[in-house]
T-cell receptor
Framework: AQSVTQLDSHVSVSEGTPVLLRCNYS??????LFWYVQHPNKGLQLLLK??????LVKGINGFEAEFKKSETSFHLTKPSAHMSDAAEYFC?????????????FGKGTKLSVKP | NAGVMQNPRHLVRRRGQEARLRCSPM?????VYWYRQLPEEGLKFMVY????????ESGMPKERFSAEFPKEGPSILRIQQVVRGDSAAYFC??????????????FGDGTRLSIL
């Protein structure tokens, strides 16, 4: 069965410093992986996706993630945090061997950015 | 160029009443997905529909919950005889026709359901 583990429920960084949000996955098949961001009382916005092409994926707002099969990881990074990055981030796996509709969400990581 | 539209944004119901949540997918999208987000948790898949068909309802509670996506009009998530535990944010997402599992889903802003 597929699953997603976000290792930190809360990450706090200072503005201008790097961001690292960690995600490990478990999947029986070749997974598709996504990172979504959720601002308070809003829906989810897609940051980036991995679908078995390049292992380093660039997304919007300066975020990127690297797929590492040997470590079953898909960590999200950004070189320099901005105040507007404060939000909740979800790592998501979609198992190509399973239902087309079934996205599996991690529990989320809340990112705080201090001035 | 509207995104996924959900209404109402907030819904308050008393125990035992019915709740109806609506979702209009993005233009050109015929696949709709419903998720539930409980406080301090990630989203949990409920149901996946295409026009007039339920494709996967493995995440739907066995009783009181139903979903439809008619040929015309929005998708409806219906909760009968609501209980306190139904209080949550309900999100709808859509994706294009004929998508595979590597196509991203586009999410609405959600409906916050509160049960008194």
């Amino acid at each position: 069965a597929q699953s997603v583990t976000q290792l930190d429920s809360h990450v706090s960084v200072s503005e201008g410093t790097p961001v690292l949000l960690r995600c490990n996955y478990s999947s029986s098949y070749s997974p598709s992986l996504f990172w979504y961001v959720q601002h308070p009382n809003k829906g989810l916005q897609l940051l980036l996706k991995y679908t078995s092409a390049a292992t380093l994926v660039k997304g919007i707002n300066g975020f990127e993630a690297e797929f590492k099969k040997s470590e079953t990881s898909f960590h999200l990074t950004k070189p320099s945090a901005h105040m507007s990055d404060a939000a909740e981030y979800f790592c998501v796996v979609s198992d190509q061997g399973g239902s087309q509709g079934n996205l599996i969400f991690g529990k989320g990581t809340k990112l705080s950015v201090k001035p | 160029n509207a995104g996924v539209m959900q209404n109402p944004r907030h819904l308050v119901r008393r125990r035992g009443q019915e709740a109806r949540l609506r979702c209009s997918p993005m233009k050109g999208h015929s696949h709709v997905y419903w998720y539930r987000q409980l406080p301090e948790e990630g989203l949990k898949f409920m149901v996946y529909l295409q026009k007039e068909n339920i494709i996967d309802e493995s995440g739907m509670p066995k009783e009181r919950f139903s979903a439809e996506f008619p040929k015309e009009g929005p998708s409806i998530l219906r909760i009968q005889q609501v209980v306190r535990g139904d209080s949550a944010a309900y999100f709808c997402a859509s994706s294009p026709t004929g998508t595979g599992t590597n196509q991203p889903q586009h999410f609405g802003d959600g409906t916050r359901l509160s049960i008194l």
